[in-house]
């Protein structure tokens, strides 16, 4: 009965979320998704507690303890040979992603010690270091970090701990104050996330001097220098499903990046999975600076993608269109900038062709 009732407050906020868009809150798809993903993970959580709650033949468990702080319990229940990476049924979260989302810093720090996976993902793909980002918790972020937390790492929202900051506070409290911290405020959660974004910072650029991905993403040009002396060719480096480095320097934005692999001998008409050439990619984002650079470089104006999309069809794409591939491959753009950057695109063809 409790699981039933557990449903349907879940549908119910579901169209609580839907009425809520219509009447005018700013929640984009990225926001909307992020939350769908949370409440999901949170309401399962929640319910299991509740349902733990009426049952008086309840056993004790390390997530109930996590989420109340009861160190003593769960060290009685390690002794007693609980993992301490012991997944909860209903969300696979562990007890450190517990003690996170309800800000128990000294149960994370002992978890911690005693070798708890501090990137392990629950049913939703998120990570403690994603929860410590959306309640806006430093001190745990922090300890988080320093156990060695994946910064890179992406939710089944395709969402990461640093995106998951810019997340609004209308779609925060919706969450939070509803569901499972009502305690949480909005200067707490922002101040918190302020004081976290550094850090992840830091962390992606020390990340970076590793990973000549990250450092391309980045627009880390001197990074990137030192990779490429690495490979012997960079046109090789592909993503598992075979998009170019060039591609993901384009559609990050990071003309540096750009440049930088040009002159290393990336091939400017490289294309991707999809046939899609790089110089595609920046007409359809409107980044003219890329595409000229991309158009200097020597890319070709002609050629087809396995749709059959050209440059000039990237160009004229309709803003709906645009903006559904934009979230695909989650790039933020908006309508007004993509609108001027393909104008000056457009302008510079026009002329090239003159010349």
């Known amino acids: 009965m409790l699981f039933a009732r557990c449903k349907i407050f879940m549908i119910r906020f579901g169209r609580s979320t839907l009425s809520r868009r219509s009447a005018g809150i700013d929640m984009n798809k990225f926001q909307l998704v992020s939350v769908i993903v949370l409440t999901v993970a949170t309401v399962t959580l929640v319910c299991q507690q509740n349902a733990e709650n009426e049952e008086s033949t309840t056993k004790a468990d390390l997530w109930s303890a996590a989420a109340a702080g009861d160190l003593t319990e769960m060290q009685r229940l390690i002794e007693d040979g609980d993992s301490i990476d012991q997944r909860n049924p209903l969300t696979n979260g562990t007890p450190l992603l517990t003690a996170v989302l309800f800000g128990q810093e000294e149960v994370v720090k002992f978890l911690l010690e005693q070798g708890a996976a501090v990137n392990a993902r629950d049913r939703y793909g998120s990570t403690p270091l ?28 395709m969402t990461t701990a640093s995106e998951i900051l810019d997340l609004s506070w209308e779609a925060t409290q919706q969450l939070a104050n509803n569901l499972f911290r009502k305690d949480l405020t909005e200067s707490q959660v922002f101040e918190g996330r302020n004081r976290i974004r550094p850090m992840l910072e830091r962390a992606f650029r020390d990340a970076a001097a590793e990973d000549i991905w ?85 890319a ?20 709906p269109t645009t903006q559904f591939i934009a979230q695909i491959i989650q790039v933020k753009i908006e309508e007004t900038a993509v609108t001027k950057g393909r104008a000056v695109i457009r302008e510079y063809l026009d002329k090239a062709t003159v010349e």
């Open 300 to 319: 070709a104006t002609n050629l087809k993608n396995h749709d059959g999309a050209t440059l000039d069809s990237m160009l004229e794409l309709d803003w």
């Open 214 to 298: 990250l450092a391309v993403i980045l627009g880390e040009a001197e990074l990137i220098k030192k990779h490429v002396e690495n490979y012997t060719d960079i046109n090789t480096l592909k993503t598992d499903i075979g998009i170019p480095l060039l591609h993901v320097a384009v559609s990050s934005n990071q003309l540096d990046s750009v440049s930088v692999l040009l002159e290393a001998g990336a091939d400017v008409d490289a294309i991707d999975h999809l046939g899609t050439p790089a110089v595609l990619v920046a007409a359809l984002l409107g980044y003219a600076d890329i595409a000229e650079v991309l158009l200097d470089a020597g």
């Open 130 to 157: 994603m929860t410590a980002a959306f309640i806006g918790n430093a001190t745990i972020t922090k300890l988080l970090l320093e156990a060695g937390a994946d910064v890179t790492l992406r939710n089944h929202a």
